[in-house]
């Protein structure tokens, strides 16, 4: 499967020098461990201090990491995998096949699948055996059209430091890192600065240019011109109005470019589907709800910062959007569909059922600017329809922990999408549910059905189809209502080269991404 690439890179040039350390601003990571990511900025970090079994290059294609080789046999059955030679992890031990089985294992433990939301279809290999060293053979039911997605999102660690306890996310490994990349963890690393060195030992394909960098919290720093005079700062994510001062040439002339692309993720109301603990429950409330996006507010935003108004949950980066037109979200029709399904409005101005309850929902808003977010937007158009929202700003980590503790009715935060659609079916199904990455409690076993199919699926066109019915399931059923698809907008300092994003709007996460970046003179 290919993925045509869009590349920004800045040309090598002579007086590049690889010694300074780089420092670049990430928003809100909550681990540096591969079994344990479950925000999309977690991996920002673990592409450095890990090798995959494969990567991806800058064009989209699959390519050889950790792996020398892999070998379909049997019709796809059994997959025979092939370690490169002499590679060690960064306590001088070999990376062997059991490390492999032992990954394999713990990515299925319990209390990691409670965690972990960036493990694809890993979990689900239905046999995974050494056979010597270096040898690693699959099995398989049903031969698997995310074969190579599922590789990409198969990190492994070394078997002797990575024991699954009893709190897997209280484990010290957690921010004590030992991995198999050309980058380790100088000092202490913590959710908000983690300083990074380039390994010597590193024997893998694809080493560091940098001889360090720096992540910081991008919450944690203002990304202003001050920040990259002083350089604090060589790369950082900025907001609309920055960028645009920039960008038109008002702020940072000769010091910082300014650079704006799509991006293959969105902002998002996750909706709480569980009757037992939301009305939510209720798909004519979810539905109303969605009428309620507050698109007029948007579109006037976009005549000055480009976005695009979310038609379906896989945006248009991705090989599984679905381009079906969607009619614009009305205050009226959210009206309409409470009265016809028996909501009406008390002397409060609330609406009530038949059984006196108000219409009252929790919505927790973890947007980074509250004061001007989708969901305090959506407060007053809401209060017009009859419904009450009790909105209830915080950070990203603190709002996404009550998604996952499945505490309120509404839960309003970003998400990234991933090279295959099939790493996001646990945000749906029942093998979601079970884990608790299913934070809306949606249950359909249609969606099951289909995400099963997709995933073994081999046609490239018959798995497209597929997913965009999903998607189209996903707007009917509404767990999850996209917004807007997002912009990456960065502040890159004159000084940095090697800068490149993908398809997906990405700087990280293929080949050769941050490993590239170097700064000149």
């Known amino acids: 499967m290919h993925w045509p690439s869009f590349i920004l890179a800045f040309s090598l040039c002579s007086g590049l020098w690889a010694g300074e350390t780089i420092r670049y601003a990430v928003k809100e990571w909550t681990t540096l461990n591969p079994l344990l990511m479950s925000r999309n900025t977690d991996p920002e970090a673990v592409d450095l201090l890990f090798d995959r079994l494969v990567t991806v290059d800058a064009k989209g294609e699959f390519i050889p990491e950790l792996l020398e080789s892999w070998t379909l046999l049997k019709g796809g059955r059994e997959v025979v995998l092939k370690l490169r030679p002499g590679l060690v992890w960064q306590d001088g031990n070999p990376i062997e096949a059991e490390d492999l089985v032992f990954t394999w294992k713990a990515m299925r433990h319990p209390r990691v699948m409670e965690t972990a939301s960036m493990a694809g279809g890993v979990p689900s290999l239905d046999s995974v055996t050494a056979e010597g060293p270096l040898t690693v053979r699959i099995r398989l039911k049903r031969p698997r059209g995310t074969l190579l997605a599922d590789l990409y999102a198969f990190i492994p660690v070394p078997r002797h430091h990575y024991q699954v306890g009893s709190r897997p996310r209280e484990a010290a490994v957690n921010f004590a890192p030992v991995g198999s990349g050309p980058y380790r963890v100088v000092g202490k690393a913590t959710i908000h600065r983690v300083l990074l060195e380039r390994w010597d030992g590193y024997r893998g394909a694809h080493p560091g240019s940098a001889a360090a960098l720096e992540q910081v919290d991008a919450n944690g720093i203002t990304a202003d011109l001050p920040a990259f005079q002083a350089e604090r700062l060589h790369f950082a994510p900025v907001d609309p109005l920055a ?271 941050r490993r590239g970046w170097v700064l000149g003179s």
């Open 243 to 513: 960028y645009y001062l920039v960008r038109k040439g008002a702020r940072g002339l000769g010091l910082v470019q300014a650079m704006s692309l799509p991006q293959a993720s969105f902002e998002a109301f996750f909706l709480n589907c569980d009757s037992r603990h939301s009305l939510l429950g209720d798909l004519a409330i979810r539905k109303a709800v969605a009428e309620l996006v507050p698109w007029q507010q948007l579109a006037r935003a976009r005549r000055f910062f480009p976005s695009r108004l979310a038609t379906s949950f896989w945006p248009p980066e991705s090989w599984a959007y679905n381009p079906t037109p969607r009619p614009l979200p009305q205050v009226a029709n959210a009206a309409a569909i409470l009265e016809a399904a028996g909501w009406k409005l008390g002397p409060d101005g609330i609406r009530q059922d038949a059984r006196g309850r108000r219409l009252s929902l929790v919505v927790h808003d973890g947007a980074p600017s509250p004061k001007e977010s989708s969901a305090r937007r959506m407060v007053a158009l809401a209060a017009q329809v009859g419904i009450h929202i009790d909105l209830r700003p915080g950070s990203l980590r603190d709002v996404f922990e009550k998604a996952t503790q499945r505490d309120g009715d509404l839960w309003a935060f970003g998400w990234a999408l991933s090279l295959d659609p099939d790493v996001h079916s646990p945000l749906f199904t029942r093998e979601g549910f079970l884990t608790k990455a299913n934070v809306s409690s949606f249950l359909n076993p249609e969606i099951d059905r289909k995400f099963d199919e997709g995933r073994h699926t081999m046609d490239p066109e018959a798995r497209k189809r597929i997913y965009q019915e999903i998607a189209e399931l996903i707007y009917q059923y509404k767990p999850v209502i996209p917004i807007n698809y997002r912009q990456t907008r960065v502040l890159i300092h004159r000084r940095l080269h090697g800068v490149v994003f993908d398809q997906l709007g990405q700087s990280s996460g293929f080949w050769p991404g």
